[in-house]
């Protein structure tokens, strides 16, 4: 037998659940490339903005107001519940985690509805002019990224209600509240550009 | 937590049994459905490697095609169409399939050896990552066989690629080329950010990380951001050419100059992409060879963190300071004057590293001083193209094509050779033959220049780029001739190289763990490493942890060995945080790669490809993720609390 100097671990904590777990920043890095593509989608908007003569053309028929705005109120009535399961999950309370979650999933599938009650009452397609290819663009990304992340926060509340609750919930919760705050981030900005900005 | 290093005894038996248990959680399955799921970061960036470099000699073999149809004034080894042909698949092929993947094997391969852990952070996503790659190249190559292959050029400017004029399948598979390589690479982009960040040993500061490590850390946070660039406009274009969008049809409103915009944001600090990890492996091999810790090393990282950051910064600038195109003379004066400062100052460190070192001259330095002479080679002819006037002059000629051969291949495939001769004995346990690897490099050294350089005069008298044939009059035709015959010393070099690969695996002497007295922990552990990398995870202390060693540095104890666990410390003060179960093999990541590429050579002839692909993906993606042992991860398991109830 010999001795060797050793640096003993195995008190540490397994399976972190929150920001400090690989996953989480798996997850921003995810996000950053996502917003990076989003971004650049925003500034080919702009870029055709800048090279046209007239931005919106004049027989382009804007989106109404009314649906948009009705979702900007929904978006920010989700950060409630958004908060509360992700609190949920710190504090490891697998009751008011469903809870939360089934009250955000019943939120962000009335989202997606009225999405697709505005997207199909939109007065002009990709192919009218660069115009609609662009707005078109920045709708698809969003629509993309509400679809997967409504489909998300689904599964794991169904996953969640059936228990038992583990701390891959927990964390799973939490990733999950991350990008749907990612999502409202971006309905912003859509909102703001596509909505507001052609009527200033 | 900082943990105290506590002195235990250990034993030969002790160990045999550690060996054991850690084998059977880190083994990979066996057989041909195991090959298709293991997570091991070795067997994948194995993988990498050999696929790009099979790549590579697909694009020898257009390239070789070119120049015999080149050789003499109207040879007809090739048509015009086929030789448009060839170019775009050579460029797209060297570009895309080659350079940037064999980087990214590398990285694979040596990321989570050089930082001392047992995989990367995200193991299924490795997988994945080298499917979809294998799948867009295999998918490439197949249409280019149907007839299908793009001709557009490797950067398929709009209008041309545009359907009015480009009416085949060819820009679409050549987008779709895009789609899949991006995506391969923002998968191993992210995995290589996580792994370093969290993963390292610990000591591992950030000021003590090998500057390969350094480098692909650059080269990933380049690649997360300019890659989504080029698969948003590929994507645009193929909406273009399918959907009746506008957003580069003039006449609609929309603008072509937007696409060379998107292309460039990415082409860029593509080349740097390809050009990071490389600087990285010279500053390893110089480090070990002259059997000293880097001059400058502050300097050097600091360099390689700049070259990333002007890769997009100029390009920026450029953007909302200008309105003329990116091939604007101003835009590439200040590129070739910022970016040859950091590269000015790694090389003088490299220099004053041999300088005041013991260089041992070996086959991987040598690759290295062919870098930094056809580098400044290129350098020059890059300083020349710079002042407008002679550009003007120039575009599109072949003192062009001179040029970015001599930065890519200099710039990138010398330091790669002199890095996989410096580390293809840890992969298989077997030196290169010596004798072999000098052949090689002066074949290619000389080759090299003759294909090449002759290119310069050819550019200067007027031969455009992209032609496939000219007129006896020109005067062409001795120079081209030459260009030619340099290609045979090409082949040559790259035969020897092959033949001793392939020799070494039976007649290689045995390379032992550290055949080079090397200061990186890569060389403590078995050559080739076990499938768990480390028995004991080191611990460091400095820059060069193995010249540094003392009898009492702690190794790491308490990570379990019966299961995939790995220590995550924290990114600013490697101190240890927390420890992580990662996942273990599975078939769903390549059953998801399937799935994608359905998707996306569906889409290039229906848009219902889209969403049919992305159904086709929801049952692989659950698989992938569902808890099917809940007992055994603990990341799954119940609560204690629930455990009690
Ligand atoms: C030593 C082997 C090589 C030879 C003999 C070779 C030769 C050629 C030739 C003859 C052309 C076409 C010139 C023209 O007519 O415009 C070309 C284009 C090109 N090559 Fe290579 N090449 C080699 C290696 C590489 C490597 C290693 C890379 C990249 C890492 C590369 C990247 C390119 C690119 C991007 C183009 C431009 C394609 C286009 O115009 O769209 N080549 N090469």
């Not at chain 1, 995810?30 to 650049?40: D, K, N, Q, S, Y």
């Not at chain 2, 400058?296 to 963190?305: C, E």
């Not at chain 2, 090389?347 to 056809?374: D, K, Y």
Request: net charge neutral; hydrophobic share 55%; aromatic share 14%.
């Amino acid at each position: 037998m010999s001795a060797r100097a050793v640096l003993d671990v195995s008190a540490l904590p397994t399976a972190e659940h929150g920001r400090r777990a690989l996953v989480w920043l798996g997850q921003v890095w995810m996000l950053v490339i996502e917003g990076t593509m989003f971004a650049l989608a925003f500034a080919s908007y702009f870029y055709l903005r800048a090279t046209a003569d007239v931005w919106p053309p004049a027989n382009v028929e804007l989106p109404g107001l009314a649906i948009p705005t009705v979702m900007l109120a929904l978006f920010l009535a989700t950060i409630v519940p958004t908060r509360i399961s992700s609190r949920a999950a710190d504090e490891e309370d697998a009751p008011r985690l469903v809870r939360s979650m089934v009250v955000l999933s019943v939120l962000e599938l009335v989202a997606v509805a009225l999405w697709w009650v505005y997207l199909s009452r939109l007065g002009f397609r990709w192919y009218d002019y660069a115009y609609g290819s662009a707005v078109w663009l920045l709708l698809g990304i969003h629509t993309f990224h509400l679809v997967v992340s409504t489909a998300e926060t689904v599964v794991l509340t169904t996953l969640a209600a059936r228990g038992p609750v583990t701390r891959g919930h927990y964390l799973a919760t939490k990733i999950d509240g991350m990008y749907w705050y990612w999502v409202i981030g971006w309905f912003i900005a859509i909102y703001l550009v596509v909505d507001l900005l052609p009527r200033v | 937590m900082t943990a105290v290093p506590t002195a235990v005894p250990t034993s030969h038996e002790e160990e045999l049994d550690r060996a054991r248990r850690l084998e059977a959680a880190w083994g990979s399955p066996h057989g041909l459905v195991g090959a298709l799921r293991t997570v091991d970061h070795k067997a994948i960036g194995r993988r990498y490697v050999l696929t790009a470099l099979t790549f590579f000699a697909i694009g020898g073999v257009l390239a070789t095609l070119m120049r015999l149809q080149l050789r003499q004034p109207g040879a007809h080894v090739l048509s015009a169409e086929q030789y448009n042909q060839i170019f775009t698949m050579h460029g797209s092929t060297m570009m895309f399939l080659f350079a940037v993947p064999v980087m990214e094997g590398m990285m694979i391969y040596l990321v989570p050896l050089l930082v001392g852990t047992r995989n990367v952070a995200f193991p299924r996503l490795n997988a994945f990552g080298y499917f979809i790659y294998v799948l867009g190249g295999i998918f490439f190559y197949v249409a280019f066989l149907l007839h299908a292959g793009p001709d557009v050029g490797w950067f398929a400017y709009t209008p041309l690629s545009l359907s009015r004029f480009s009416p085949g399948k060819g820009p679409d598979v050549w987008a779709q080329l895009i789609t899949f390589t991006e995506l391969s690479a923002l998968v191993v982009a992210v995995e290589i950010v996580v792994t370093i960040a969290r993963q390292r040993t610990v000591g591992m500061t950030p000021q003590r990380m090998p500057i390969f490590v350094w480098a692909s850390l650059v080269t990933a946070v380049m690649i997360i951001f300019a890659m989504p660039a080029i698969m948003l406009s590929s994507s645009m274009l193929i909406m273009d050419r399918l959907v009746n969008t506008h957003f580069f049809d003039v006449a609609q409103g929309g603008s072509a100059l937007l696409w060379q915009h998107l292309f460039w944001f990415f082409g860029h600090p593509e080349v740097y992409i390809i050009f990071i990890p490389a600087m990285g492996m010279v500053s390893e091999i110089v480090e070990t060879f002259s059997g000293r810790p880097i001059v400058g090393r502050p300097a050097v990282i600091a360099s390689l963190a700049a070259t990333g950051t002007l890769g997009f910064g100029l390009w920026v600038h450029h953007m909302f300071a200008t309105t003329v195109p990116p091939v604007g003379g101003s835009f590439f004066t200040a590129t070739s004057i910022l970016i040859s400062i950091p590269t000015g100052v790694q090389i003088f460190c490299w220099i004053a590293t041999l300088w005041t070192g013991r260089p041992r001259v070996t086959v991987p330095l040598l690759f290295v001083a062919a870098f930094i002479v056809v580098f400044v080679i290129g350098g020059l002819s890059g300083v020349m193209i710079a002042s407008v006037p002679l550009d003007l002059q120039l575009h599109d000629t072949f003192f062009i094509v001179a040029h970015f051969h001599y930065v890519l291949i200099g710039g990138g495939v010398l330091p790669l050779f002199g890095g996989l001769y410096y580390w293809i004995p840890k992969a298989t346990g077997r030196l290169l033959s010596e004798r072999a690897g000098r052949w090689h490099f002066w074949l290619w050294l000389i080759g090299f220049n003759v294909v090449f350089f002759p290119m310069h005069f050819l550019g200067l008298a007027g031969m455009p780029r992209r032609v496939y044939t000219y007129q006896p009059d020109t005067g062409w035709g001795p120079l081209n001739l030459l260009a030619s015959s340099g290609v045979l010393l090409v082949i040559a070099g790259a035969v020897v190289f092959v033949v001793a690969l392939l020799r070494s695996r039976t007649h290689g002497a045995a390379a032992g763990d550290d055949p080079w007295r090397a200061p990186s922990l890569e060389w403590g552990t078995s050559s080739p490493p076990p499938s768990y990398n480390y028995l004991d995870l080191p611990t460091v202390r400095s820059a060069v942890p193995r010249w540094t060693a003392h009898a009492d540095q702690p190794v790491i104890a308490g990570v379990r060995d019966d299961v995939r666990e790995v220590l995550v410390t924290r990114f600013a003060d490697a101190q240890p945080d927390h420890r992580a179960r990662l996942a273990g093999p599975s078939i769903w990541p390549f059953v998801l790669a399937i799935t994608t590429t359905v998707g996306f050579i569906w889409s290039i002839f229906d848009p219902w490809g889209v969403p049919i692909g992305l159904i086709l993906c929801a049952p692989p993606l659950i698989a992938w993720f569902w808890p099917w042992t809940r007992e055994r991860d603990p990341r799954r398991a119940p609560l204690a609390s629930e455990a009690a109830a």
